[in-house]
């Protein structure tokens, strides 16, 4: 009983913030109050239907998508690679993947910004979609070699025993297995790269204007209540991605869970 209620507690006061937000949204004056006064849309109706901001909208969602299929397109080949191969400087490869990720944020935008000066390149969505590859590569390559190191090296034996080639043994063996976290990969890095602010400043500066740049550029002229319906819409976009990562996909073990046989080891 006791439990319930310190959980209920705790549950409470993480959401109180959001529900906060929820409700400034919700004003129908332009003005930031908690409870509002008065209740109206068009908060949501402006962000959605203004260009102001659909259009960082749209660039911030391109973006996004497109980094994290190229931040997936470079872990998948590189964690099957260290997985199957077992190469000596594997772990160094594997550091190499997540260098990105572990340096603070505004010494990689500095690096990215002197490299895409360097090649004419600023300034430019598709720098921004490459840096954001590069810096998110670290997730999916985190959640690929957990689920490729969950795979029994057994299995994959008994069908090269049983005339597989690696082709197939690839598609119908290991992809299946190791799918979920894929998904979940592309998942993590694709909401993550939809709040990233420092590296696309950095690389696009103004020219290529992403939901978080509109945002900070916007409260420069003072706060409205379109910013707390896009937290707001950002909150419930994220806990949809994770809430399928954990419906889905084997998050105990994208958490660091050991299996049984890692216990037993």
């Given at each position: 009983m006791l439990r319930g209620v310190f959980l209920g507690l705790i549950g409470l006061f993480l959401l109180s913030p959001i529900v906060v937000v929820g409700g400034v949204s919700l004003n129908a004056k332009k003005a930031l109050f908690f409870p509002p006064q008065g209740v109206s849309l068009v908060w949501y109706a402006e962000l959605f239907g203004e260009p102001e901001w659909l259009i960082p909208i749209g660039n911030s969602l391109a973006i996004a998508l497109l980094s994290?299929?190229?931040?997936?397109?470079?872990?998948l080949?590189?964690?099957y690679a260290l997985w199957r191969y077992r190469v000596f400087y594997a772990r160094v490869l594997f550091l190499l993947g997540i260098a990105p990720f572990m340096l603070p944020p505004v010494i990689t935008a500095l690096g990215f910004l002197a490299f895409w000066a360097t090649v004419g390149l600023y300034g430019k969505m598709v720098a921004t979609v490459v840096s954001h590859a590069v810096f998110f590569v670290t997730l999916p390559l985190v959640t690929l070699s957990l689920g490729f190191e969950s795979i029994d090296r057994e299995i994959v034996e008994a069908a090269q025993v049983l005339g597989a080639d690696a082709?197939?043994?690839?598609?119908?063996?290991?992809?299946?297995?190791?799918?979920?976290?894929l998904v979940s990969g592309f998942a993590f890095a694709f909401v993550?790269?939809?709040?990233?602010?420092i590296v696309a400043y950095m690389v696009a500066g103004f020219t290529v204007e992403t939901l978080p740049i509109k945002i900070f550029n916007a409260l420069r002229y003072g706060y409205t209540p379109v910013m707390a319906a896009v937290t707001l819409v950002f909150v419930l976009l994220?806990?949809?991605?994770?809430?399928?990562?954990?419906?889905?996909?084997d998050l105990p073990r994208l958490m660091g869970a050991l299996t049984p046989e890692s216990r037993n080891s």
């Open positions: 994290s299929l190229g931040a997936v397109s470079i872990a080949p590189l964690s082709r197939e043994v690839f598609g119908s063996i290991v992809f299946p297995m190791i799918r979920s976290y993550l790269s939809l709040n990233e602010y994220a806990a949809l991605v994770f809430g399928l990562i954990g419906r889905f996909g």
